[in-house]
T-cell receptor
Framework: EPEVTQTPSHQVTQMGQEVILRCVPI?????FYWYRQILGQKVEFLVS????????KSEIFDDQFSVERPDGSNFTLKIRSTKLEDSAMYFC??????????FGSGTRLTVV | SQQGEEDPQALSIQEGENATMNCSYK?????LQWYRQNSGRGLVHLIL?????REKHSGRLRVTLDTSKKSSSLLITASRAADTASYFC????????????FGTGTRLTVIP
């Protein structure tokens, strides 16, 4: 069964550093998403991406965040200057818009 | 906010019993989806029910949707210890990119 692949599975970074989280969506999906889940809290929508541009973004997705699809397979989330409160599990997902999403297994980001 | 809210927050049952989890939401939706999450792991898509559907089955799962009451239920029949996980409903009410709004989840424990 097709999978969404995320790397790394766990990243530790110092406050103020830039991080790039990587995702390989399912190849024939056209819609891509990033969500995050702070420990013990609900999953929150960050951004959706379609046709090489952002479709929607939440209030969480401020100027510190950016997304990119640098080639035909990867989808990345960049956090420019990490803060302690950015520590969370970050999930990538892709969709063909007809059925449910497929989520990746997540990247646990720890900002110290 | 259109977020789904599940109840109960936690549910503990014996193996073999049925488990019912409920979800309520606030706005009109395109579809509602149920996900499962094992502790600290990724989100697994279980089932999607569209706004014009009232009931859907998948194996031991049965989902109902009542758009007049803005509520949904997930029934797991003949539960197994391996069903122990958190279960989330997520609503899709967007116009373009079907981003999801997740509830806070129900933590299900199935006792062997």
């Amino acid at each position: 069964e097709p999978e969404v692949t995320q790397t790394p599975s766990h990243q530790v970074t110092q406050m103020g550093q830039e991080v790039i989280l990587r995702c390989v969506p399912i190849s024939n999906h056209l819609y891509f998403y990033w969500y995050r889940q702070i420990l013990g809290q609900k999953v929150e929508f960050l951004v959706s991406f379609y046709n090489n541009e952002i479709s929607e973004k939440s209030e969480i997705f401020d100027d510190q965040f950016s997304v990119e699809r640098p080639d035909g397979s990867n989808f990345t989330l960049k956090i420019r200057s990490t803060k302690l409160e950015d520590s969370a599990m970050y999930f990538c997902a892709s969709s063909d818009y007809r059925d449910g999403y497929t989520f990746g297994s997540g990247t646990r980001l720890t900002v110290v | 906010s259109q977020q789904g809210e599940e109840d109960p927050q936690a549910l503990s049952i014996q193996e073999g019993e049925n488990a019912t989890m409920n979800c309520s939401y606030k706005t009109s939706i395109n579809n509602l989806q149920w996900y499962r999450q094992n502790s600290g792991r990724g989100l697994v898509h279980l089932i999607l029910i569209r706004s014009n559907e009232r009931e859907k089955h998948s194996g031991r799962l049965r989902v109902t949707l009542d758009t007049s009451k803005k509520s949904s239920s997930l029934l797991i029949t003949a539960s197994r210890a391996a069903d122990t996980a958190s279960y989330f409903c997520a609503t899709d009410a967007s116009r373009r990119a079907n981003n999801l709004f997740f509830g806070t989840g129900t933590r299900l424990t199935v006792i062997p």
